[in-house]
Nanobody, 124 residues
Framework: QVRLVESGGGLVQAGGSLSLSCAAS????????MGWFRQAPGKEREFLAS????????FYADSVKGRFTISRDNAKYMVFLQMNSLNLEDTAVYYC?????????????????WGQGTQVTVSS
């Protein structure tokens, strides 16, 4: 069974940092492009970052570039999102996603495996 499980969400003060993790199972992780998305209440799902198979290439949304860092550990079937300088607008449910047939992409429809999401809340 293909599965992605996010962890690491929680409550953090504005200006703080948080690190999200995503554990993958049931898929050929080393040949799956991985990405992070988020969805705030009343808003559409938003692309954040994507990382290539071996982690050599990354792609970020302008809204998080310079603040968020995506990385992966293929030996552990894990992908991570380090989030720094968080602000109130970063409050959302964060999703890990895998694209088994595409390279780096910001398009949600190219990701065919999704986690259940983890809540991140930034307080003032």
């Amino acid at each position: 069974q293909v599965r992605l499980v996010e962890s690491g969400g929680g409550l953090v003060q504005a200006g703080g940092s948080l690190s999200l993790s995503c554990a993958a199972s049931g898929l050929t992780f080393s040949t799956t492009t991985m990405g992070w998305f988020r969805q705030a209440p009343g808003k559409e799902r938003e692309f954040l970052a994507s990382i290539s198979w071996k982690g050599f290439n990354t792609f970020y949304a302008d809204s998080v570039k310079g603040r968020f860092t995506i990385s992966r550990d293929n030996a552990k079937y894990m992908v991570f999102l380090q989030m720094n300088s968080l602000n109130l607008e970063d409050t959302a449910v964060y999703y890990c996603a895998g694209a088994t047939d595409y390279g780096l992409s910001s398009r949600a429809e190219r990701y065919d495996v999704w986690g259940q999401g983890t809540q991140v809340t930034v307080s003032s």
